[in-house]
């Protein structure tokens, strides 16, 4: 049986975690459908919402200014290579995947091919696709943990992404995902290849990394 939300229904971070506040469905009265979390996302668009495989949800408040500066600067540096591309479509941190283990994430950039996009009905397009992306982007933030990040980009790999890279400031690294493969890390690259999933990407770190 599942819940029904009150349009009225707000998200409020108590303390003691300002930044960050998990839900355990366990806690709620019902476990959220598809359709549940999809309505409370859309009730709450100033927050951050995910929930994992086991169906916790993890709200998260917005970004601050340094952290949404460097989002912006990584979306426009990746979305002039995907327009020029066009064999994929991108997507920011505001889009929510449902992946095949259930959980739903919204990765801080991803990138889906389009043969695969195209193949998703339209009417699943509208709400959280039911896909994994092909290429996913996490830009590590002052309050983010970096296990937590790290367990997440496993997440990904193991929900059929093939490439995915962990942006972290804090400690001026690129961690680089890829299936079946060890993860390889970078220390204050400059710059940074998305060969050969990415075609002729070469993405410029400098307003993202430092």
Known sequence: MSTRLSPNIKLRPTPPSPDALVLRWATLQHKLTDDDFFALCQQNRNLRIEMTKEGDMIV????GGEGGNRNYNLIVEFGIW????GTGVGFDSSTGFKLPNGAKRSPDLSWIQRKRWTRVPKKLRKKFP???PDFVVELRSETDDLEVVQAKMEEYLE?????GWLLDPLEKKVHIYRPNEKVKLLNRPKTISGEPLLQGLKLKLAGILD
């Open 130 to 132: 039911p896909i994994c």
């Open 82 to 85: 995907a327009k020029q591309d």
């Open 159 to 163: 929900n059929g992404a093939q490439l």
């Open 60 to 63: 998260m408040m917005p970004t």
